[in-house]
């Protein structure tokens, strides 16, 4: 082989080798949430005061990986207290105490049966729903101050 293909074999391998690890890279990065949490805590005198850190987050892909979530933003999450998922069509699901409301995950195994879920299911004024990925979160209120936390880590 003469000189010049082996150095176009070489930089073809360069130029693969580099966009694979850019494709890696902003993958993981579109996979990372940061988010702002407050914490009100009392001090020795019984006064409040509020603490804000930073934490990052996976976003949620699945149930476990939702409720890992949860809890690293601060949120106290239940344990599970059963969701009939099978009623609604979903491959697996949970109801869960998360803050201070509850909140109810399906998993399916795509994105329109979930969607498809939610329109047929899923209608109350009352709940705010929506999907992401395959996951499809029922949260039992619309009150902006529960749901705002719950949602931060989608």
Not at 84 to 107: F, W
Not at 118 to 134: E, H, L, N
Request: charged content about 15%.
């Amino acid at each position: 082989m003469s000189s010049r293909k082996i150095a176009a074999v070489i930089t073809g391998v360069i130029v693969i080798a580099a966009v694979i690890v850019g494709i890696v890279v902003i993958g993981n990065h579109n996979s990372k949430k940061t988010l702002t949490v407050k914490a009100t805590t009392a001090n020795s005198q019984g006064q409040k005061q509020t603490q804000t850190k930073t934490v990052e987050v996976t976003k949620p892909t699945d149930i476990k990986s939702a409720l890992v979530a949860w809890k690293a933003a601060g949120l106290t999450v239940s344990d599970d207290q059963g969701a009939y998922y099978q009623v609604v069509g979903a491959s697996n699901g949970g109801k869960y105490n998360v803050g201070a409301t509850n909140v109810e995950l399906y998993e399916f195994s795509d994105n329109t049966k979930a969607n498809g879920a939610k329109t047929g299911y899923f209608t109350s004024d009352s709940d705010t729903v929506f999907v992401t990925g395959t996951l499809l979160v029922d949260i039992h209120t619309t009150d902006a101050t529960l749901v705002d936390p719950i949602k931060a880590v989608f």
